[in-house]
């Protein structure tokens, strides 16, 4: 080959062993020789670690910039003595830079570990200011992709209602396969565990409506009225809302990340794979629990809510217990108990279909798994609120 140009660019000076004047460190070397048809070569010797001073790759650039786009480089290494990431380094910004001016690259002359790094490291083109450059997409076109995902969304959903009533008729025929164990697990998790968060917040709840009514009632002496506005607001609406929303950041948050995490470890492919059904052996069990454990639920956090009024009325409205109560069994009735624990059928299915729902339909990575349990807390509480809306409208167009 013709050299046209050759220099020296050393790390740091050798150290000579006094005794023997053996050398101890190479310098670490880089010469570029071009030969016929735009052909570089590059020879590398020397020590090249990152712990010594190594040659900058500006003179190889600046040469290289001389080159048209047919040339082509390739690299002799068979002097290189020893390299780390500091030689990767330096291969890595000639690399980038033969990629950006359409120059070819050869990596045969490298020591065997280097080579492959380095196609690895190149294996995904950079995009730089691809994000910056991209156009706005226009509103149209993002309010007609709104339009498409609520249209899947929805698809999705009746498709999986679907696989769930299949499975809720093949469970009647005796042909649903899931562990009794996991059953019982369920049902512990969905009532017993459950007990003291729901007894707190439908006590404060009932404590913050006695107050709420009391501040108003007491302008009129009408403080006897606080065990109607409580008994009747916690048997029908209040304490089926607060058990399915508290259900919903508890259960149905764990349900999506259950079953998020199993879809990332691939274990639902397992169960596939083997003939099980996933949705007979993961998802109508929690169907069938925390719908039956929602009406019970319901009815204790009304109790607890009337018990929470009782405090207020007894502590701040010189009322006795016997007051209470009397006034209590005469607001409410079995008409509003029976529509409060509808309410609470209904929200346990919703609850546990939102989580289900977006832990099946979780990714494969760990954010996936947050991200569908975050899904399934918002799912689960706008589905209660939409359902207590339809539910108070069909409750006045039927006068009950």
């Known amino acids: 080959m013709r050299r046209i140009s050759s220099w020296v660019l050393m790390g740091e000076f050798p150290m000579i062993d006094g005794a023997d004047g053996r050398v101890l460190m190479e310098q670490a070397k880089v010469h570029v020789e071009k030969g016929d048809g735009g052909a570089f070569r590059i ?4 020590e090249w670690r990152l712990d010594r001073s190594l040659p900058s790759s500006d003179a190889v650039l600046g040469e290289l910039a001389l080159a048209g786009p047919e040339a082509r480089v390739t690299f002799d290494a068979e002097s290189v003595s020893g390299w780390d990431s500091g030689l990767l380094t330096f291969l890595l910004k000639v690399h980038r830079h033969c990629l950006a001016e359409g120059i070819q690259v050869s990596v045969d002359g490298l020591p065997d570990g280097a080579g492959r790094l380095l196609s690895l490291a190149t294996a995904v083109p950079e995009r730089t200011g691809a994000r910056r450059d991209a156009s706005p997409t226009p509103f149209l076109a993002r309010m007609g992709d709104l339009a498409l995902g609520l249209g899947r969304s929805i698809q999705e959903t009746l498709s999986f209602i679907g696989e769930i009533f299949v499975s809720f008729v093949r ?8 562990r009794r164990s996991d059953l019982m697990s369920i049902v512990q998790e969905c009532s017993s565990e459950a007990l003291p968060i729901v007894s707190l917040i439908s006590f404060l709840v009932g404590l913050i409506l006695a107050f709420v009514g009391a501040i108003q009632l007491k302008l009129f002496g009408a403080q006897i009225y606080v065990a109607d506005l409580v008994g009747i607001a916690m048997l029908r609406a209040m304490g089926a809302i607060m058990t399915g929303i508290i259900m919903a950041g508890r259960t149905g948050a764990s349900f999506a990340a259950h079953l998020g995490t199993m879809q990332v470890n691939e274990e639902i492919d397992a169960l596939r794979t083997t003939g099980i059904s996933p949705v007979d052996y993961l998802v109508l069990p929690r169907m069938l629990v925390l719908s039956a454990m929602m009406p019970l639920l319901t009815l204790y956090a009304d109790l607890m809510g009337i018990l929470g009024g009782m405090f207020v009325a007894v502590t701040a409205l010189d009322m006795n217990f016997k007051e209470y109560y009397v ?13 409060g624990l509808f309410s609470g059928l209904v929200f346990g299915v919703l609850v546990a279909l939102s989580g289900c729902l977006r832990g099946m339909q979780c990714g494969r990575s760990a954010s996936a798994v947050g991200d569908a349990t975050r899904s399934a807390v918002v799912t689960g509480i706008v589905s209660i609120v939409v359902a207590t809306a339809v539910i108070t409208v069909l409750c006045d167009a039927l006068g009950i």
């Open 327 to 339: 006034e209590t069994t005469k607001a409410v009735g079995l008409t509003n108990l029976w529509i």
């Open 43 to 46: 020879i590398l010797s020397g």
């Open 171 to 178: 469970m009647c025929a005796g042909k649903a396969s899931f």
